[in-house]
Nanobody, 124 residues
């Protein structure tokens, strides 16, 4: 059974950077699609970025050019490097994993393994 745990959230000022980590167990990230999703109170969970087993990556338009997703198979971890953070990036960030799937990797309904979330707060 695949499980994931997030870490790396925190509070920063606008323009700052954070790196989130998603460590998997039960299957190597080389065989998983991993997505990052953001939840803000009162709004639907939004796909931020994802990386599939074949290393194809996707980004939400709002983070394109600022966020980078990559993985380390030896550490069984997927990272989300977030630069030039803005207040609108604030939210609870969840990592999710699934065995490789042809469905778009920002479709949250296709994931079964979710982490507990890590809070990112960006102040102006």
């Amino acid at each position: 059974q695949v499980q994931v745990v997030e870490s790396g959230g925190g509070s920063v000022q606008a323009g700052g950077s954070l790196r989130l980590s998603c460590t998997a167990s039960g299957l190597n990230v080389g065989r998983l699609d991993v997505g990052w999703f953001r939840q803000v109170p009162g709004k639907e969970r939004q796909g931020v970025s994802c990386i599939v087993a074949t290393l194809v990556t996707n980004y939400a338009d709002s983070v394109m050019g600022r966020f980078t997703i990559d993985r380390d198979r030896a550490k069984n971890t997927v990272y989300l490097q977030m630069n030039s953070l803005q207040p609108e990036d604030t939210g609870l960030y969840y990592c999710a994993a699934r065995p490789w799937d042809s469905a778009h990797c920002l479709d949250s309904t296709t994931y079964r393994a979710w982490g507990q979330g890590t809070q990112v707060t960006v102040s102006s």
